[in-house]
Structure formats: structure tokens, C-alpha cells
């Protein structure tokens, strides 16, 4: 993934941000710095674990030398699609909160 792709998807889930009514600016920026980094965090750590992989010629020595980096390079990546699954989980909770009807608030706007 590139520096423009990272850009777009950033302007993308800024714009989804922006869609969701009565959202606290303190939410969407803190929403968006998590979506900032977790996409980041899963790029660099792919393109770490690419560069090792590609660089394997299939001996045992190498295996032993690059698994546990491999294995670390796999988590990050692992903990960052965690990340986006939980701002996901924030997200659809806000827009069900903000679908909620609040029976007080209609009757208030009758009583209007």
C-alpha cells in the first residue's frame, strides 16, 4: 500500500465520519487517529514481512533466523485488523444510539 492509497483510504473514512449526525468532534478525531494508525501499523509490518519472505531461499538456518520475526511482523498486522474490527464495533454502536428514538424527545417536540 502506498502513501496515496493510505490518503484515500484516510479521506474515505473521514467522509464516513462526517456522515454519522451528532458525532463529538473529540470522537472523530480520535476515531480517525486509530484508523490512521492501524492502517499504517498493517502496511509497514506487511511490507517488513514481504521483505523478509522474499528474501527466503528455504533453508532450515534462515527459518530459525527469520520465523520469530516473521512471527512478530504477523501479529502486528493481526493486532491492527483488531483494531479496525473494534472502531467498527464504535462506530455501528454510535449509529444505533443516534437511530434510537428517545420517546421523551417526541413528546417534547409535540408539546413544541
Same mark, same amino acid.
Given at each position: @500500500?502506498? +502513501?496515496? =492509497?493510505?490518503?484515500?483510504? @484516510?479521506?474515505?473514512?473521514?467522509?464516513? $465520519?462526517?456522515?454519522?449526525?451528532?458525532?463529538?468532534?473529540?470522537?472523530?478525531? $480520535?476515531? $480517525? =487517529?486509530? &484508523?490512521? *494508525?492501524?492502517?499504517?501499523?498493517? @502496511?509497514?509490518? &506487511?511490507?517488513?514481512? /514481504?521483505?523478509?519472505?522474499? /528474501?527466503?531461499?528455504?533453508?532450515?538456518? =534462515?527459518?530459525?533466523? /527469520?520465523?520469530?520475526?516473521?512471527? %512478530? &511482523?504477523? =501479529?502486528? @498486522?493481526?493486532?491492527? *485488523?483488531?483494531?479496525?474490527?473494534?472502531?467498527?464495533?464504535?462506530?455501528?454502536?454510535? +449509529?444505533? %444510539?443516534?437511530? /434510537?428514538?428517545?420517546?421523551?424527545?417526541?413528546?417534547?417536540?409535540?408539546?413544541?
Amino acid at each position: @500500500m502506498k +502513501e496515496n =492509497e493510505v490518503k484515500q483510504k @484516510m479521506k474515505q473514512f473521514s467522509g464516513m $465520519l462526517e456522515s454519522i449526525e451528532n458525532l463529538e468532534s473529540k470522537k472523530r478525531f $480520535l476515531w $480517525l =487517529e486509530i &484508523y490512521e *494508525n492501524a492502517i499504517i501499523d498493517r @502496511m509497514n509490518a &506487511y511490507m517488513l514481512f /514481504t521483505n523478509i519472505y522474499t /528474501t527466503l531461499k528455504g533453508g532450515v538456518a =534462515e527459518h530459525v533466523q /527469520t520465523g520469530a520475526i516473521m512471527s %512478530k &511482523y504477523i =501479529e502486528r @498486522m493481526n493486532k491492527s *485488523n483488531d483494531q479496525l474490527l473494534k472502531l467498527a464495533e464504535l462506530l455501528a454502536k454510535e +449509529e444505533e %444510539k443516534i437511530l /434510537t428514538i428517545d420517546s421523551d424527545e417526541i413528546f417534547d417536540k409535540i408539546k413544541e
